[in-house]
Structures are given as C-alpha cells and as structure tokens.
C-alpha cells in the first residue's frame, strides 16, 4: 500500500510519466508535403552537413518532408493564404525519426565535437539543453511539425533577420533587435500558420506544431526515404 501511494503521489506531481509514449514505425498515417503543396521548396538541412552538428543526421536517407496527413492538410491551407500574398514555402524539417533525435543527444554528450559553431556563436555546447534548443524528445517527431520559412513566388529571398537553427535570441520571434521589414516577415508567416491551426514556441520563429496534433503520445521512428 505505501509503495502503491508513493507512486501515485510521483505520477501526480509529474516525476514519472502516467503512460509510457509509444515508438512507431508505421508510415501509412504520413504523407510527402510534395503530394498536397507541388509549389514548396526544400533545403532539407539534416541531409546535408549544413547543420549545427557539421554531418548528416541518423534516419534522413533522403532530401524528402514528410508529414501527418492531418498536419499536412493544415499545412496546405496555410500555403493556399501565403501562395495568395505573393509566396511559397521553404521547408527546412518536417517528421523526424527519434533517431535522429538520439543523433543530436550523442553529438551533445561528445565533449571533442564542437559541430559549427556558426550555428551557435554566443552559446557554449552545454546550454543548447538549457536553451530548450535540443532534447531527447522532439515534436518533430509525433510528425505534425514543420521549420519552415517563406520565398517570394521566383524562389528569391524573403529577409527574416536570421537563419534555421540559429540557438540565438535573434530567433526569438518576438526579439526587438530586427529592422521593421523582418518583423513583418515573420508576422506573414505567423499569421499564415496560426489561422491553419498551428502553434509557435518561444525559442524559434520558424518551428510549428498542429494545435491538435494527432498523435501526442507516439514518437515515430522510421526512415525518411
């Protein structure tokens, strides 16, 4: 009876999860973001070694974006109202397998591997966890999240006063220190993907997840091919 009440009280006060999350491996409740949006553009950064940790990332097989399908329909009509102001989509990550997610943990706890430190110029390695920039779990990969950024119609440039995956106040989407054009920018994007039914975070003005998301407690794990 004690025991059973100590774990009760953990369960309660958040110590312990109530319910394990569940790893998955099945791709049929995805999508390609390419079947429902043919006008995206893709610079698919964990495929490439332009990214904070310099290498290609575990799981990304492919310079592909996939999505939920229920994600990828909210998507869509956030490119319907931006493709109507005058732009595409330029989509950075979308689903992201776990180990992907472990990848970033094991180049984390590797003290003689600095990664590019242009993606973190002010910070030391050991307070990209305390930022929230990186961690073990990742919505990215219950697959109903996307990083993406905005380019006029001719695939040129829309200035968002910073880059993807730059651990730096500079992403904040709310930081002051941005000329008016930028802060405009980021609102078109915003707006475009709050009234799709996606939420923002604090920590990064390109990074957003479907309100209602429809598998939060699975962490998928399957390849992007």
């Known amino acids: 009876m004690k025991k059973l009440l100590i774990t009760l009280f953990l369960i309660i006060s958040g110590i312990i999860p109530a319910f394990a999350d569940t790893i998955s491996y099945d791709k049929t409740k995805f999508a390609e973001i390419s079947t429902m949006i043919d006008d995206a553009a893709y610079d698919i950064r964990y495929y490439s070694s332009n990214n904070f940790t310099g290498k290609r990332i575990n799981g ?65 390695k050991s307070d990209l966890v305390k930022g929230g920039y990186i961690a073990t779990k990742s919505s990215h990969t219950r697959g109903s999240t996307v ?29 002051k220190k941005i000329t008016r054009t930028q802060k405009k920018n980021r609102e078109i994007l915003r707006q475009a993907m709050f009234k799709a039914g996606f939420d923002g975070i604090d920590s990064e003005w390109w990074h957003f997840t479907l309100k209602d998301e429809p598998y939060k407690d699975t962490y998928f794990n399957f390849d992007v091919e």
């Open 147 to 175: 990083d993406l950024t905005l380019i006029k119609k001719d695939g040129s440039f829309v200035d968002m006063g910073g880059t993807f995956d730059l651990f730096s106040e500079i992403s904040h989407p709310d930081y």
């Open 60 to 124: 990304y097989k492919a310079p592909k974006a996939y999505m939920t399908k229920e994600g990828l329909k909210a998507l869509s009509k956030a490119a319907d109202d931006l493709r109507n102001q005058g732009y595409r989509l330029l989509i950075w990550d979308s689903y992201r397998p776990q180990k992907a997610v472990d990848n970033f943990v094991t180049w984390i706890n590797d003290p003689n591997d600095d990664g590019d430190k242009d993606f973190y110029p002010d910070l030391k």
